[in-house]
């Protein structure tokens, strides 16, 4: 599995986290918060790979 398709498998497993998280708790939860951070941290890095990709 290349680079992206990991950071895919990653960021749609984060994404199933963090909307399971948001029905069960409050979005200002830390653990929420946390999970969505983790979620941008992901989606920046794709953003990265992508970008690097098209030069």
């Not at 749609?12 to 708790?25: D, F, G, I, Q």
Request: hydrophobic share 35%; glycine share 0%.
């Amino acid at each position: 599995m290349n680079e992206i398709e990991e950071l895919l498998k990653q960021i749609e497993e984060l994404r199933r986290t963090l909307n399971s998280l948001a029905t069960e708790k409050s979005l200002s939860d830390p653990e929420v918060l946390t999970a969505s951070q983790m979620l941008d941290a992901l989606l920046n890095e794709y953003e990265k790979l992508i970008r690097r990709k098209k030069k």
